[in-house]
T-cell receptor, first 115, second 111 residues
């Protein structure tokens, strides 16, 4: 089984440019999570979706960040305009329909560097 | 606000030792607790998940325990190996599904 797929794996861009990160969850999973990992703050939830609907976006740092999930197999996280402080590793995770387990499975991450 | 703390931040042990990693959380109203492993430059690998109604879970040389009333979980690694070297992350799950992570314990197992 393919796990959570993220692209690109690495992204280097200049300040002010738009960045789009992509995620394909595990087939059959209906919850999708975007996290950001930095040395200073560790792993933090940005936003999560349940059945393609955003449930909690309180972790999104500011209006420059937006996320969409147009269908059950695809989500994007967009930063526009990007800033150097956005440099981090961005992880996508998915889990099965809520019930007994809610175990989350993570993708390999996208390492973003904003110059 | 739920806070998750992992102590120590780093740990170095000789190969073959049994070891315990600690995780504490401030709000006992959790849905589950998940332990992950992260290798340098890699994503997170789920190791064990303990439901709030459970006391422990085991997988191979790993055993995770949960004491909700005291806000603690431990990850026990038996007969450690150099391949166990990684950062171990504890994460507390809320009923809504999202996880709140500790900062991790960086483990180094020396041959």
């Amino acid at each position: 089984d393919a796990g959570v797929i993220q692209s690109p794996r690495h992204e280097v861009t200049e300040m002010g440019q738009e960045v789009t990160l992509r995620c394909k969850p595990i087939s059959g999973h209906n919850s999708l999570f975007w996290y950001r990992q930095t040395m200073m703050r560790g792993l933090e939830l940005l936003i999560y979706f349940n059945n393609n609907v955003p449930i909690d976006d309180s972790g999104m740092p500011e209006d420059r960040f937006s996320a969409k999930m147009p269908n059950a197999s695809f989500s994007t996280l967009k930063i526009q305009p990007s800033e150097p402080r956005d440099s981090a590793v961005y992880f996508c995770a998915s889990s099965e329909p809520s019930g007994l387990y809610n175990e989350q499975f993570f993708g390999p991450g996208t390492r973003l560097t904003v110059l | 606000k739920q806070e998750v703390t992992q102590i120590p931040a780093a740990l170095s042990v000789p190969e073959g030792e049994n070891l315990v990693l600690n995780c504490s959380f401030t709000d006992s109203a959790i849905y589950n607790l998940q332990w992950f492993r992260q290798d340098p430059g890699k994503g997170l690998t789920s190791l064990l998940l303990i439901q709030s109604s459970q006391r422990e879970q085991t997988s191979g040389r790993l055993n995770a325990s949960l004491d909700k009333s005291s806000g603690r979980s431990t990850l026990y690694i038996a007969a450690s190996q150099p391949g166990d070297s990684a950062t171990y992350l504890c994460a507390v799950g809320r009923s809504q599904g999202n996880l709140i992570f500790g900062k991790g314990t960086k483990l180094s197992v020396k041959p």
